[in-house]
Each structure stands twice: as C-alpha cells, then as structure tokens.
C-alpha cells in the first residue's frame, strides 16, 4: 500500500505510523486510527499483519473480477460465531493493528454488528469492506455507533460503467446511497477501486466525486489475477503508468487546493519506485526524504506473510486474501499467531525473508529494497512460481538498473 499523499504531495494522513514508521501530524482526533499514544513499529518487518477476514462467502452482486468468486449461496462451515469470537480473542492477543471485514459482501452475515461489537470489546479496531449497496442511514449509524475506523466502499467507475462490473443494474446508485449515509451519520468512509482497463478511463470522473462529495479517502487497487479477476483484464504497462500519472496530478492539486486528502495504491509496489522517480525529477530536494520513507516500508518485502494476512469464511489462514488456494491452517484448530509465525511450511519461510529468493529483474532491480518484489502472487499465478518476476512491474530495463 503506498500512500499517494504523502509520498508524492506531502501531506500527513493517519496511517503513516503504520506504512513508514513516523508520527502523524495531522488532525489529532484521528491519531489513534493505528496506534495510540504515539507508539510506533520498530521495523516494518516488526508489524502485527492487518487481517482480512472474510466473514462470508455470500454477496448480492456478480463483479466481474471478484478475488473469491462469491455469489448468493450460503457456504458450508463458516465460522459460527462462538469461533468466530475465539478467533477474535486470538487476534487480539497476537495484538494486530486492524481486523477488515470483507467477503462476500460482509453485511449479509447476520451477525456482523455483534461480531464488530465483540472485537471493539477486545480493543481490536475494525474496518468494513463492502459494495455499499446496503447501507441504509440506520446502517451507517449503527457503524459509527460501533466504532468502526472506517468503512472502504467498492465502486468500478461511474453510472453504467460500475453496474457493468458489479453485474446488477442499480448498483451504483444504492453504493451512492451508501455513501451519502455514512458521511451524515460522520463515519469514516472512502472508496475503492480496482484498477482494470474499462475502469480506469473514469479516474478524473472519480476524483470529481470524491471532491464533490467530500469524501477524503480513496484505494486504488490494481487488479491481482484470483477467482474472477483475469489477467486479461489488467492494464498494459502503458495504461498503468497513465493511470499513476493521473492519481498522482489529481491528489496533488486537490492537496496544494487544501483538501485533505488519503489516496492510497495498493496490490504494486512497483508505484514506490515510479513515484520516487517523479518526485527526483519534479522536487529533488524532497527525494532522499521519499526514498527514506519507502526504504523502511519495504513494499511487498514486509506486506504478503507478514503486514497483511488472510483468514476465510471456514477459518482457514491464507498468505493474504487473493492466494486462498494456500492454506497454512485453520483458526478452529490453533491459534492465528501460532499458524502465522510458524514457519516450517516453505512459502510462509520464503515470505518472511523473500528477497534473496527473487528472480529475474525483481532480483535484480537496483530498487529492491523499495518494491520489495511487488506482490508473489501474481507472479504464482502466471509462472507457478511464487520467487518470479511480477508481471505487472511497469518499470523499464533502464528505469531499474538493467540496461
């Protein structure tokens, strides 16, 4: 996850402690969205893994390029809520930073609001993942009386081009219901986009909403080939970096204009290395700063197996949530922190110290330590092999130190 507004415009969000190691300055209210009392990590290598947790299968939409390919069926063996409360006990525990609520779609779980309750109960922050398309106003009450720290909204574009991908007809419209209740009901929201070919030509479209709606957060997710998400729907390198030269010009005019602003990239670390490279040529003297900041993130080095885990709808724990075809354990039967620090299975090894297993350009790139190698599954699931070069890697030969 790379933070756009900090990295390229400068400005101070609430999860810089987590992502780089430093004090956030901005609104103190919100200080304590990761961390309170200042605390800070050591290391990025030191972090508790933010878990996603799919609380169910089920989902009332179709999208296109859903990572679980979830639809309306009940699956067999999700965690009733006794586990899921022991679970919740274990994570607690191992002390992680965020437990994030997903699917599915996680407001078709009928017990999600206690769950949520329960979690706040153990001092674990909880974030909602969701399509948005059923938040009513007494939902987004119900949220904000809870203490969610956020609630990420999924939306592919504008009008048709998001029913398109959520294939239901109306989706956008009860997602832009969804929106409008959690910011009169003062919860914290933003949205979610995942990166495809179609999609990103509403980039300037979607910053004009978020601006127009005063919605102050926003995750662009480049698309990782799991369930529905097809390769063939990912960007070329071409259209990558115009869709990165558009996130990055639009957060920086919103920024300089006084908006404040969170724009996030996440699922490439290659954009670390591309944004330094903006920031060398456009504020040189801002960049040493930059490459500090990225260097101690470490990109995919510190995210996959270690700042980011996975735990789906029947408790089994999974690298992170787009490599659920690898399974470590299950929290029914050991602890989370227990199935996370083991490392006697060769994948959870590797992850833990991956950088002396790249290969090819990731291996040699003269910004490892800043992309870490992007993210191994992508690279699994086109050569098999989890130590291969990601493909999605936009950077030149000459860009990376291999001419």
């Known amino acids: 996850m790379i933070n756009v507004s900090r990295i390229y415009a400068g400005h101070s969000v609430t999860g810089d402690t987590l992502r780089y190691g430093e004090k956030y300055t901005g609104n103190v209210k919100e200080a304590h969205h990761h961390f309170p009392d200042g605390q800070k990590p050591k290391t990025a290598a030191e972090r508790r893994p933010v878990v996603v947790w799919n609380v169910s299968k089920r989902c009332n939409l179709k999208c296109i390029h859903?990572?679980?390919?979830?639809?309306?069926?009940?699956?067999?063996?999700?965690?009733?809520?006794?586990?899921?409360?022991?679970?919740?006990?274990?994570?607690?525990?191992?002390?992680?930073?965020?437990?994030?609520?997903?699917?599915?779609?996680?407001?078709?779980?009928?017990?999600?609001?206690?769950?949520?309750?329960?979690?706040?109960?153990?001092?674990?922050?909880?974030?909602?993942?969701?399509?948005?398309?059923?938040?009513?106003?007494?939902v987004a009450e119900r949220l904000k009386k809870i203490g969610f720290t956020y609630v990420g909204i999924s939306l592919d574009g504008i009008g048709p081009t998001n029913d398109h991908f959520r294939g239901v007809l109306g989706a956008f419209d009860r997602a832009m219901r969804g929106f409008k209740a959690c910011v009169e009901a003062e919860q914290r929201v933003g949205l979610r986009l995942t990166l495809t070919r179609h999609t990103y030509k509403d980039l300037d479209a979607i910053f004009d909403f978020l601006l127009e709606n005063k919605i102050n957060r926003a995750c662009f997710y480049h698309l990782v080939y799991s369930g529905r998400g097809k390769s063939?729907?990912?960007?070329?390198?071409?259209?990558?970096?115009?869709?990165?030269?558009?996130?990055?010009?639009?957060?920086?005019?919103?920024?300089?204009?006084?908006?404040?602003?969170?724009?996030?990239?996440?699922?490439?670390?290659?954009?670390?290395?591309?944004i330094y490279m903006k920031v060398l040529r456009e504020n040189p003297e801002r960049a040493e700063e930059i490459r500090r900041l990225l260097e101690w993130n470490g990109g995919g080095a510190n995210s996959t197996g270690i700042g980011i885990g996975n735990i789906d709808w029947n408790g089994n724990v999974h690298p992170n949530q787009f490599w659920q075809d690898k399974t470590f354990g299950n929290v029914k039967e050991r602890k989370f922190g227990d199935i996370w620090m083991d490392t006697s299975d060769d994948l959870m090894k590797g992850l833990k110290n991956r950088l002396p297993l790249l290969k090819g350009r990731c291996g040699k790139c003269k910004f490892l330590r800043m992309c870490g190698g992007a993210l191994r599954v992508r690279a699994f699931r086109t050569t098999g092999d989890p130590w291969a070069p990601d493909p999605a890697c936009y950077l030149s030969d000459e860009e990376i130190g291999l001419e």
């Open 232 to 274: 063939e729907d990912d960007l070329n390198h071409g259209e990558t970096r115009e869709a990165m030269d558009i996130i990055c010009r639009r957060t920086k005019e919103a920024i300089d204009s006084g908006v404040d602003l969170d724009i996030l990239t996440v699922d490439n670390h290659a954009d670390a290395p591309y």
């Open 66 to 138: 859903c990572y679980t390919d979830s639809d309306e069926k009940r699956t067999h063996g999700e965690l009733t809520f006794d586990e899921a409360c022991k679970m919740i006990d274990d994570l607690a525990e191992f002390k992680i930073p965020a437990l994030l609520l997903s699917g599915g779609e996680p407001l078709l779980r009928e017990d999600i609001f206690e769950l949520a309750e329960y979690a706040v109960s153990k001092g674990i922050k909880p974030v909602l993942s969701t399509n948005g398309t059923l938040i009513t106003t007494e």
